[in-house]
């Protein structure tokens, strides 16, 4: 990755803490799914395991990052990407970005990103982003995770909201209330009016300090935690054409979502991010009624 010739904003200590937990996450995540995928019994397990590949990518303005996506028995897609990226906002995306003035459009950001397309329509597909960014007037955390089963199950839904509804409540940013709400306004399919799954939780502009880190160190680690459970808990079960069918409808919406409202997909197209990177959440295949 190349350096930025420019000052960069924000603490050099907590980039580069930010940066390492996102890829150590990152790692231990792959880890945990290549698991699951050698582990499996139930359809496909006649296939070979998947395996993750990674692909680096280099930004010229400034850093640059690392895809890794795995097509397998399990997951029929699933990319968790990290990446560092620094440079000057355009003029017209400073007004977007908070800190930004448009005599100072520096920034630097590092994230960890996470999209699943399932084989089983009867295994929900999740999103996980977490990421630190430092503008010329502010630094902040943000991130969340979200669950979108094509078919709701209510023990799913239940226990995925109360996994990060216990790691809000063990630190004093993490206010669940607000982010539960937040993720329900944000992961919603305005122009059709539905919620784009069932929910979990999303924050933004929480100011960088230790507190603030570590509670997002915890989402991550909460994630890898519940989410493997849900999928180890329906992947055996056999699932119908027509179920198979839903499913691809269910992904066109989640598709509509990440090209038209997702904010991470703005922000990497915004920055000259890597395309395949920042398009990596479209699933494999999707139908429109």
């Given at each position: 990755?190349?350096?930025?010739?420019?000052?960069?904003?924000?603490?050099?200590?907590?980039?580069?803490?930010?940066?390492?937990?996102?890829?150590e996450?990152?790692?231990?995540?792959?880890?945990?799914?290549?698991?699951?995928?050698?582990?499996?019994?139930?359809?496909?397990?006649?296939?070979?395991?998947?395996?993750?590949?990674?692909?680096?990518?280099?930004?010229?303005e400034?850093?640059?990052?690392?895809?890794?996506?795995?097509?397998?028995?399990?997951?029929?897609?699933?990319g968790?990407?990290?990446?560092?990226?620094?440079?000057?906002?355009?003029?017209k995306f400073?007004?977007?970005?908070?800190?930004?003035?448009?005599?100072?459009g520096?920034?630097?950001?590092?994230?960890?990103?996470?999209?699943?397309?399932?084989h089983?329509?009867?295994?929900?597909?999740?999103h996980?982003?977490?990421?630190?960014?430092?503008?010329?007037?502010?630094?902040w955390?943000?991130?969340?995770a979200?669950?979108?089963?094509?078919?709701?199950v209510?023990?799913?839904?239940?226990?995925?909201?109360?996994a990060?509804?216990?790691?809000?409540?063990?630190?004093?940013c993490?206010?669940?209330?607000?982010?539960?709400?937040?993720?329900?306004?944000?992961?919603?399919?305005?122009?059709?009016?539905?919620?784009?799954?069932?929910?979990?939780?999303?924050?933004?502009?929480?100011?960088?300090?230790?507190?603030s880190?570590?509670?997002?160190?915890?989402?991550?680690?909460?994630?890898?935690?519940?989410?493997?459970?849900?999928?180890?808990?329906?992947?055996?079960?056999?699932?119908?054409?027509?179920?198979?069918?839903?499913?691809?409808?269910?992904?066109?919406?989640?598709?509509?979502?990440?090209?038209?409202?997702?904010?991470?997909?703005?922000?990497?197209?915004?920055?000259?991010?890597?395309?395949?990177?920042?398009?990596?959440?479209?699933?494999?295949?999707a139908?429109?009624?």
């Open positions: 990755m190349n350096d930025s010739t420019i000052e960069l904003p924000g603490d050099p200590a907590r980039r580069a803490g930010a940066s390492a937990w996102f890829e996450l990152r790692t231990s995540i792959c880890d945990v799914f290549e698991a699951i995928e050698d582990e499996h019994t139930g359809p496909f397990s006649d296939r070979p395991p998947g395996r993750f590949e990674r692909t680096s990518w280099e930004r010229p400034g850093g640059g990052g690392v895809m890794a996506v795995m097509k397998g028995r399990v997951f029929e897609k699933v968790v990407n990290v990446s560092v990226v620094s440079g000057e906002f355009s003029e400073r007004a977007e970005m908070q800190g930004a003035t448009q005599d100072d520096r920034f630097w950001a590092s994230g960890v990103s996470l999209v699943a397309h399932m089983s329509p009867l295994v929900p597909a999740v996980m982003n977490t990421r630190h960014i430092a503008t010329a007037g502010k630094t955390f943000g991130g969340g979200d669950l979108n089963p094509p078919y709701p209510e023990q799913d839904t239940a226990d995925f909201h109360s990060f509804q216990a790691a809000c409540e063990r630190h004093a993490g206010d669940y209330p607000r982010f539960k709400e937040w993720a329900d306004d944000y992961f919603f399919i305005k122009h059709r009016n539905v919620a784009r799954g069932v929910g979990g939780i999303f924050y933004d502009y929480i100011d960088a300090d230790d507190a880190f570590a509670f997002t160190r915890d989402v991550g680690r909460t994630f890898r935690e519940i989410y493997p459970a849900l999928v180890r808990r329906h992947i055996a079960k056999p699932w119908s054409d027509e179920e198979r069918e839903q499913q691809l409808i269910y992904r066109g919406r989640y598709a509509e979502f990440n090209l038209v409202y997702d904010r991470g997909t703005r922000f990497g197209l915004m920055t000259d991010g890597n395309t395949d990177a920042i398009l990596m959440s479209l699933p494999p295949e139908k429109w009624p």
